[in-house]
Structure formats: structure tokens, C-alpha cells
């Protein structure tokens, strides 16, 4: 069943293109700065979009005396910024809440991933860059490429899923890799690379999805390489800890801090975990 990553594009409709708010969305988060009546022409052209957004926009995490009605006043209160990395994550939410039947994972644990992953690897780069001129466009650029770091999954699944099979990983999180290749002859980082070309990505997001689990060997874009790379350990690392009800034996530690990712960092991951997911996505792309 050997073929290449974009060969798979080619056959696979629906990942073939993005919605075009989306696209438009992404493009926007690499602006330095976002103006208001930008991001409106976007919105105004997708209601169920706006619609989201409003019903996020009003929920007890900003505890607003009064409701926000519009997306104008949504962009006021909370910033151009916030609302538009908001705004790309529930675009988003449709293409990765999905099941995964080749590597057996469910929709919900995907997106669960993906969430954590994008909030972890934005708290890791407002660490790295706190004051420094353009942070809060590095932080956004964290969240972004965090939540779609494992889209090469969804590229890979349905070739699974058209030939039946099943990649049988083992219990750490690089066992997919080596499943993945020898099924196809390449893994999902570089799956993922070539579907965020496909998809118009800028190579600020496409080299983390590429070099996400061996950031080592990125040549350019070190900083946001290692904050999504930290990111996905620290998302990992919390699943496998929650799911097995210990952390002993793990290598993940070890990896964290060869990332400079302190035990801080991963507990404040732990407690935000505690709560729904709702009010960590907010949290996120609070960038004020």
C-alpha cells in the first residue's frame, strides 16, 4: 500500500480543500495587527460561524454584565486578535472532531488532543516570549499550529479506511510513526507538512506539523517548532498520566525538559484539565 503523502491528497476529496473563512481566518492570525472591519467582512459571509462565536463570546469565562450582540462588539470587548484565533479553532472543530477508525481513536479524544496540545503550546511560547515585541502574535502562532499539529492523521486515516486496515501502534506516542511507516512509507508529520501546503498554510505553521515530534531537526523556525513539540509531550504525557493513574516508567519527563518544559507548567495543565475544555479553549486565546 505504498504511496506518497501527496498522491493521498490527490484521492481524498474531502480534505482536499478548507472552508474558505477558514483559509481567510488563517490568514488574518499571520497580520501583525487585525483590524476590526477585516475580520467582520470574514464573519458577516458565515452565520453559523458568527453564531458560534456569539454563543462562546457570552459564556460565564468572560463574565459579561451585558450580553454582546454582534461580532463588532465581541471585537471590542475582547480584542481582533482573541476573536479571530477563537473564531479559527470552532472553524476548525468540524474537519478534527472526527473518528479516527484506522488508528481506533474516538472524535472526542482527537479534538481533546488537538485542544490541549494548541493551549499548551501557546502557555509554552508566552513563557519563552513574555514582554518582547510581537508575543502575543508568537503566542497566537503557538495556538494555531497546535491545533492542527496531527492533521497528517486525518489524511492517513482514510487510506486506512479505504483499505481496511489498521495501523497497530504501540503504547507510546511515537509507536504511530513506526506503524505509519511501514504501511505507506511516511509518517503524519510528514503527511501533515504536505496537506498544510495543499491547504496554502504558511510555512510558519507547516514546519511545526513537519518537525513536531523531532524538533531537533528543524532547520529554521526553531522557537515555534519546540513550543508546538512541547505542547504535544505535555498533552500526551497529561492523557497517559489520567488514563493509566500514574506517570512511573514514562520517558515523557525526561523529554519535557530536554524542551525546558518545567513541572509548573505541566501541573498548571493538570489543574486548567480539571475543567471543560469550553473554558481552556477561552483561556487561550485570551490574548488581551
Same mark, same amino acid.
Given at each position: 500500500?505504498?504511496?506518497?503523502?501527496?498522491?493521498?491528497?490527490?484521492?481524498?476529496?474531502?480534505?482536499?480543500?478548507? #472552508?474558505?473563512?477558514?483559509?481567510?481566518?488563517?490568514?488574518?492570525?499571520?497580520? #501583525?495587527?487585525?483590524?476590526?472591519?477585516?475580520?467582520?467582512?470574514?464573519?458577516?459571509?458565515? #452565520?453559523?460561524?458568527?453564531? *458560534?462565536?456569539?454563543?462562546? /463570546? *457570552?459564556?460565564?469565562?468572560?463574565?459579561?454584565?451585558?450580553k454582546i450582540a454582534t461580532v463588532r462588539q465581541a471585537l471590542v470587548l475582547l480584542g481582533n486578535k482573541a476573536i479571530t484565533m477563537l473564531t479559527f479553532a470552532t472553524g476548525m472543530t468540524p474537519i478534527l472532531r472526527r473518528d479516527l477508525d484506522g488508528y481506533g481513536i474516538a472524535k472526542d479524544d482527537f479534538w481533546r488532543h488537538s485542544l490541549i496540545t494548541a493551549a499548551a503550546s501557546a502557555r509554552v511560547a508566552q513563557v519563552r516570549v513574555t514582554a518582547a515585541p510581537g508575543a502575543a502574535e508568537y503566542r497566537s502562532q503557538a495556538f494555531t499550529a497546535g491545533l492542527v499539529h496531527d492533521v497528517g492523521k486525518l489524511l492517513i486515516d482514510t487510506a486506512c479506511v479505504r483499505h481496511g486496515r489498521r495501523?497497530?501502534?504501540?503504547? @507510546?506516542?511515537?509507536?504511530?510513526?513506526? /506503524?505509519?511507516?511501514?504501511?505507506?512509507?511516511?509518517? @503524519?508529520?510528514?503527511?501533515?507538512?504536505?496537506?498544510?501546503?495543499h491547504w496554502g498554510f504558511p510555512t510558519d505553521l507547516s514546519v511545526p506539523l513537519r518537525f513536531h515530534h523531532d524538533p531537533a531537526a528543524a532547520l529554521y523556525h526553531n522557537h515555534l517548532v519546540e513550543a508546538v513539540a512541547a505542547g504535544d509531550l505535555i498533552a500526551h504525557y497529561l492523557e497517559y498520566v489520567d488514563r493509566m493513574g500514574c506517570d512511573v516508567g514514562l520517558d515523557f519527563p525526561r523529554e519535557l525538559a530536554d524542551?525546558?518544559?518545567?513541572?509548573?507548567?505541566?501541573?498548571?495543565?493538570?489543574?486548567?484539565?480539571?475543567?471543560?475544555?469550553?473554558?481552556?479553549?477561552?483561556?487561550?486565546?485570551?490574548?488581551?
Open positions: 500500500m505504498r504511496t506518497t503523502a501527496s498522491e493521498l491528497i490527490e484521492t481524498t476529496s474531502e480534505l482536499a480543500t478548507l #472552508p474558505a473563512t477558514v483559509v481567510r481566518l488563517l490568514e488574518v492570525l499571520q497580520e #501583525p495587527t487585525v483590524g476590526v472591519d477585516e475580520v467582520l467582512v470574514i464573519l458577516e459571509r458565515d #452565520p453559523a460561524m458568527t453564531a *458560534n462565536l456569539l454563543k462562546l /463570546a *457570552n459564556s460565564a469565562y468572560y463574565g459579561m454584565r451585558r495501523l497497530n501502534c504501540s503504547g @507510546h506516542r511515537q509507536g504511530s510513526r513506526a /506503524a505509519e511507516i511501514e504501511m505507506l512509507g511516511f509518517d @503524519h508529520c510528514e503527511a501533515g507538512a504536505a496537506l498544510a501546503e524542551l525546558s518544559i518545567t513541572d509548573q507548567i505541566v501541573d498548571e495543565f493538570r489543574t486548567a484539565l480539571a475543567g471543560d475544555l469550553q473554558k481552556l479553549l477561552l483561556a487561550s486565546t485570551d490574548v488581551v
